[in-house]
């Protein structure tokens, strides 16, 4: 089983959309979770950190359920330049990023 | 851009052959990572590299080594290239082998072997 499983996707949504990924993790023992954005054939870039409490960044908002071992993230008001692929990601305590395989979202005008 | 740096962009090899990859860290960054993406997947940990000491090591055969010198610039050596090597190498970055240490990720090397 995997470490952290999410939806493929692809999600394709007309500009002004709410659309919203979800992923579950198997370690229970994984301290810190983010979302990771990576646009086609470049390297991954830091979107997000995941609290319990929530995180909201603008129009972006991320989730954290530990008890069911879940994280969510929102995107609202969807644009063209949102289209990419989004990586769930748990850190373990050994400072290992541990990646879904990601959700890929295409915005259309 | 993150100041990670990698080389070469894209390189191509044959099965057996040996490869070595590099990476230089974002100043200030003792800490280097490395990762490896197949096509449709996540990056998948390879190891983690601490101020020149091996900081960790994910499910990757032994034939996948690495090495981090005194200015915190790293390589990665893949010795026996298979077909299945073939992917999208990234390096990350960060301050200290924390938790709470962002990793910011180099551009890549994309490694086709034939």
């Known amino acids: 089983r995997k470490e952290v499983e999410q939806d493929p996707g692809p999600f394709n949504v007309p500009e002004g959309a709410t659309v919203a990924f979800n992923c579950t993790y198997s370690?229970?023992?994984?301290?810190?979770f983010f979302w990771y954005r990576q646009d086609c054939r470049k390297e991954p870039k830091l979107l997000m950190s995941?609290?319990?409490s929530g995180n909201e960044d603008g129009r972006f908002t991320a989730q954290l359920n530990r008890a069911s071992q879940y994280i969510s993230l929102l995107i609202r008001d969807s644009k063209l330049s949102d289209s990419a692929t989004y990586l769930c990601v748990g850190l373990t305590g050994a400072n290992n990023l541990f990646f879904g395989t990601g959700t890929r979202l295409t915005v259309i005008p | 851009e993150t100041g990670v740096t990698q080389s070469p962009t894209h390189l191509i090899k044959t099965r057996g052959q040996q490869v070595t990859l590099r990476c230089s860290s974002q100043?200030?960054?003792?800490?280097v990572s490395w990762y490896q993406q197949a096509l449709g997947q996540g990056p998948q940990f390879i190891f983690q590299?601490?101020?020149?000491?091996?900081?960790g090591r994910g499910n990757f055969p032994p034939r996948f080594s690495g090495l981090q010198f005194p200015n915190y610039s790293s390589e990665l050596n893949v010795n026996a290239l298979e077909l299945d090597d073939s992917a999208l190498y990234l390096c990350?970055?960060?301050?200290?082998?924390?938790?709470?240490?962002?990793?910011?990720f180099g551009p890549g090397t994309r490694l086709t072997v034939l």
């Open positions: 995941v609290y319990s």
């Open positions: 370690n229970s023992a994984s301290q810190s």
């Open positions: 990350a970055s960060s301050l200290e082998a924390s938790s709470t240490d962002t990793q910011y």
């Open positions: 590299y601490y101020r020149e000491e091996e900081n």
């Open positions: 100043s200030g960054h003792n800490t």
